[in-house]
């Protein structure tokens, strides 16, 4: 409840913020009544007006800032939400509200709906600090994801010019910043607005509506016991399928709970790639059109089904956590080093100002002893015989001098020698830090490769699925070939018989003209060449007039329609019996 509070407090301070017409942090309580009111409808929460001019009776004459409205806010009606209300149309109300005041559309290559889904992923990356901004790991995040379901290439180098003028800015983007950055399509060069809208869309789903995984799959139905292809949706705690991937015609939901599974089926009734979904009360029996697709299907509906059994969120909220928590971390080790570089500096800073401190002593000591000297000499100079006890004594007293000097020089030489530590130590932290740098140069290489990695793996898995589509298609058009083969069979078949038929009219024309071969001599040259033209298509077409019955299995003739009809044998016999025939036409002729 506390993730949905801090997400509900910021689109709420969007519309809080946008009702503050001249940016004074407080807004009229009319204007709140009118906020709450909507709230509490969208939110499908008791609204009571009493509440609010009680909360507010000490303020009716001027404006209520943003700290007052807060404990009516979380009292009154945050206190009371529950999760049974449709948070895009709360974001809707709240968008309302405010991207008229803060973004003109009509110049950019998105469309409000487009807009509008950008916000929500703002809100969902955005720091949960007022006001609200993106920081610039967050907007490289979001811009990769996009880049990635548009299926364009990241381009780094823009980007780090673009995180240097942020730099230079020092501030990171607003919300609408960074809608008019998609909408401007700096990052989607090449791109058109239907590939750009489709690219937030699918990235909309995935971090805003927490859409896991999405596809066409085969379901059996409960009753009829028939497959359907349905478009799947999968959630953090359900999955639903629609007739569609339009997502218009809802058929049905799988709702998820701890007490679910997931197992894979053998193939049956013609189906392959099959699964089953159980549930408390009923089982889903699905079909996928690949093994590939099975697997990774499988494991995200066990993912799902793990993540409730722990009480984790959802994998998007969970990576936001993680990278915050990583932040927060390194922010954290970078004050501790930075404290540290502080402390170390002071200490060196007291070192220095004691080491002059007793420099300028040692001086005012060499200082004293020349005056001492001086006066010392000239009293010698001018009591020389009257006070030479006092001469010894003046000795004595120059070498507890010199003593005392060459200790204070000693004490200066371990001062120097200290500082000379103290230096040795600092550029061994310098080098510490060198090296804390480039292992993060190489991390950061590292994680390039591994980006470099998985954009050729894509390109390989696109590379496949094309090469499966050409496959496709070759098969369609061996069917289209096989089917234009079987009409030219049947065409050569009707031509078959049409022969046959000709063939019998051929016959009986033949015998009519040997019966008046005596009475008609004059047409007998005229018949002759007739039959025997007729008898060089009989002999073409004989051996597909005889039935096929079982014989002999040695090799047969072949012919443009497959094998012959008769032997090498009857074919042999067939050829003397026409030979016969036409030597006793010739020789009666």
């Known amino acids: 409840m506390g993730l949905l509070r801090d997400e509900l407090l910021k689109s709420i301070w969007h519309a809080f913020t946008a009702l503050d017409v001249d940016q004074s942090g407080k807004v009229s309580k009319s204007q709140l009544k009118v906020l709450s009111h909507n709230l509490c409808t969208v939110m499908k929460v008791p609204h009571d007006p009493v509440a609010l001019e009680e909360h507010f009776k000490d303020d009716d004459e001027g404006p209520v800032s943003n700290q007052g409205y807060m404990p009516y806010l979380n ?68 811009l990769r994801k996009l880049m990635e379901a548009m299926g364009g290439i990241w381009n780094q180098e823009r980007f780090d010019d673009y995180k240097l003028m942020l730099n230079r800015k020092q501030q990171c983007p607003s919300a609408w910043e960074l809608i008019e950055l998609v909408g401007m399509g700096h990052f989607s060069k090449g791109m058109n607005r239907q590939t750009l809208s489709m690219g937030i869309s699918e ?80 089982s889903f029996e699905i079909s996928t059109s690949d093994k590939k697709r099975k697997q990774e299907w499988i494991q995200a509906i066990q993912t799902c089904i793990q993540l409730l059994r722990l009480g984790l969120p959802s994998p998007h909220r969970e990576a936001r956590l993680r990278r915050r928590e990583l932040r927060q971390k390194q922010q954290a080790e970078q004050g501790e080093l930075e404290e540290r570089m502080r402390l170390l500096q002071i200490a060196n800073e007291n070192k220095h100002r004691q080491l002059e401190s007793m420099t300028k002593k040692l001086e005012e000591a060499v200082a004293t002893a020349t005056l001492e000297e001086q006066r010392r000499k000239q009293t010698q100079t001018d009591l020389q015989d009257r006070y030479r006890m006092d001469l010894e004594r003046e000795k004595m007293v120059r070498q507890q001098m010199e003593e005392q000097v060459a200790q204070k020089s000693s004490e200066l030489e371990q001062y120097l020698q200290r500082v000379r530590e103290l230096e040795d130590m600092y550029h061994r932290l310098e080098d510490a830090l060198e090296d804390e740098r480039q292992a993060r140069q190489d991390e950061e290489t590292m994680r390039k490769l591994q980006t470099r990695l998985l954009e050729e793996e894509s390109a390989k898995r696109a590379e496949l699925e094309q090469i499966h589509l050409q496959q496709q ?106 030979q016969e025939r036409k030597n006793h036409n010739q020789s009666s002729q």
Not at 537 to 545: I, M, P, T
Request: hydrophobic share 35%; proline share 2%; with cysteine.
């Open 473 to 578: 298609r070759a098969i369609s058009q061996t069917q289209a070939e096989k089917q234009e083969l079987e009409s030219d069979r049947l065409a050569k078949e009707m031509a078959l018989q049409a022969a046959m038929l000709q063939l019998e009219s051929l016959e009986r024309e033949r015998h009519g003209a040997l019966e008046q071969y005596e009475e008609v001599r004059m047409k007998l040259e005229q018949a002759a060449n007739k039959t025997k033209s007729w008898k060089d298509k009989v002999a073409k077409h004989e051996g597909l007039v005889r039935l096929i019955q079982p014989g002999d299995k040695g090799p047969q003739r072949m012919t443009n329609w497959g094998p012959a009809a008769f032997t090498d044998t009857e074919l042999d016999l067939r050829k003397k019996s026409w």
């Open 203 to 282: 990235v909309f789903q995935e971090l805003i509506l927490d859409v896991l995984r999405q596809g066409y799959m085969m379901k059996k139905g409960h009753k009829r016991k028939n497959w359907t292809e349905r478009w799947f949706v999968l959630g953090p705690n359900s999955m639903s399928y629609y007739v569609s991937e339009d997502l218009t015609d809802k058929k049905g939901e799988i709702l998820l709970d701890r007490n679910c599974c997931v197992e894979s089926l053998p193939d049956k009734e013609g189906k392959k790639c099959l699964f089953i979904v159980k549930c408390s009360d009923k």
């Open 75 to 142: 009292r009154f009606i945050l206190d009371k939400v529950r999760d049974n209300f449709d948070i895009l149309e709360f974001n809707n109300v709240c968008w309302t509200l405010c991207f008229k005041k803060n973004i003109n559309m009509s110049h950019l290559l998105i469309s409000n709906d487009d807009a509008f889904k950008v916000w929500c992923i703002f809100n969902f990356l955005s720091e949960d600090r007022y006001p609200l901004v993106i920081i610039t790991e967050e907007i490289e995040y979001f």
